[in-house]
């Protein structure tokens, strides 16, 4: 066996590399050479040899074939890496900057880490980050509600490792009318700007998200399930625009005008999307989705700036929306005490 000196005996590169292999695997219950090949951005041989190089070291490391994985045994404790400048000023402006304009649970506990983190760092280091903090500020998305409901968060994700039964008291978005369901939890979901549980529900009698903001109340009950083994989220979430699968594929295709063309085309709103341009400036982009619902509004974001070509019910239902939409508008404006949509 070489001795545990030649883990260090070899160029500066390759043991910021090694140390980097044992954080990530230390990190996580395991790794494959995949990750790791993308994550350090050489090939699976080199990381294979590096492997190899940490056992040899004396590092208890080993392929689980179950997990596909490698990982390293819990009694192995490897010490902290000096952070780099960008690593550090990532953690801290998220910490410092972020928390309170995106949802996130447990801010208060980001900030409490990264004032940790900020206390052992270097000192170059970390008058770099102060000087770098007091130039970067962060405008809050108006949209954006700060209301973070760690209560709910914590609740529901114990729920999900422990397989328990909860119930919700569940807000709706239109007429208010709140309804009682049993929820099987199976994951947590962070989509535009708001979070998700999702699981079988008994009011809907399938899967459904739910927001988290709008469940009123909710209690663990004493009541386990089982998950369904077919369930996998990104097959729930494939052809979704968004978070409601509603069981019916549409092929849509738009063409947006030549003053928006680019900058839509250049997003990849959809993992089916395909776009192309044309003679005339405008862009053509098609969409494979599941469901028109969520769509609909997205399409309706850019005004008169696209045209919906196909399907013909995805074109009739964006014309009926702008022309209830045009005639709303044309109309005297009410007493302040009528409701101009009717009672």
Same mark, same amino acid.
Not at 230 to 251: G, V
Not at 283 to 294: H, N
């Given at each position: ?54 056992? $040899?070291?004396? *590092? ?13 045994? !819990? ?11 960008? $690593? ?10 972020? %928390?309170? @304009? ?27 980050? #102060? ?12 949209? *954006? ?12 994700? #114990?729920?999900?490792?422990? #397989?328990? *039964? ?23 979901? @962070? ?12 009011? @809907? ?20 399930? *089982? ?23 549409? @092929? ?5 005008? !030549? ?6 085309? $250049? ?10 341009? #044309? ?47 045009? %005639? ?11 409701? !101009?949509?009717?009672?």
């Amino acid at each position: 066996m070489k001795p545990a000196t030649e883990l260090f005996l070899t160029k500066p590169h390759r043991i910021n590399r090694l140390l980097t292999i044992l954080s990530a695997l230390q990190s996580t219950q395991s790794c494959n050479t995949g990750d790791l090949s993308k994550l350090l951005g050489v090939s699976k041989r080199t990381i294979y040899r590096d492997l190899t190089v940490i056992r $040899e070291a004396g *590092v208890l490391c080993r392929y689980n074939s179950q997990a596909d994985g490698y990982s390293i045994d !819990p009694r192995f404790h490897l010490f902290v890496q000096t952070l780099t400048q960008e $690593e550090a000023l990532s953690l801290l402006l998220f910490a410092h900057k972020m %928390r309170n @304009h995106i949802h996130i649970p447990f801010a208060d506990s980001a900030l409490r880490s990264a004032l940790k983190i900020q206390a052992n760092l270097s000192d170059s280091v970390k008058q770099y980050c #102060n000087a770098a903090l007091q130039k970067i500020s962060i405008k809050a998305d108006p949209q *954006v509600g700060m209301d973070l409901l760690d209560n709910v968060f914590t609740q529901l994700l #114990n729920a999900i490792l422990t #397989n328990q *039964v909860v119930e919700i008291h569940y807000c709706l978005a239109l007429s208010k009318k709140c309804i009682i369901t049993y929820l099987e939890p199976y994951h947590l979901l @962070h989509s535009d700007r708001t979070w998700y549980v999702i699981g079988k529900s008994s009011f @809907h009698k399938k899967l459904y998200g739910f927001k988290l903001k709008r469940i009123k109340e909710l209690n663990v009950l004493d009541k386990r399930f *089982v998950e369904d083994s077919r369930f996998d989220i990104n097959e729930y979430l494939s052809c979704a625009w968004s978070m409601k699968p509603e069981n019916a594929l549409y @092929h849509v295709r738009l063409r947006f005008a !030549p003053d928006v063309a680019e900058d839509v085309a $250049e997003v990849q709103w959809h993992h089916t999307q395909t776009a192309i341009y #044309n003679n005339d400036g405008s862009a053509t982009i098609e969409f494979r989705v599941d469901g028109l619902s969520e769509i609909t509004w997205w399409i309706l974001s850019f005004g008169d700036k696209v045209q919906v070509l196909a399907p013909k019910i995805l074109r009739i239902k964006i014309a009926e929306i702008a022309q209830n939409i045009t %005639r709303n508008n044309q109309q005297e404006l009410p007493s302040h005490n009528a409701n !101009p949509f009717g009672s």
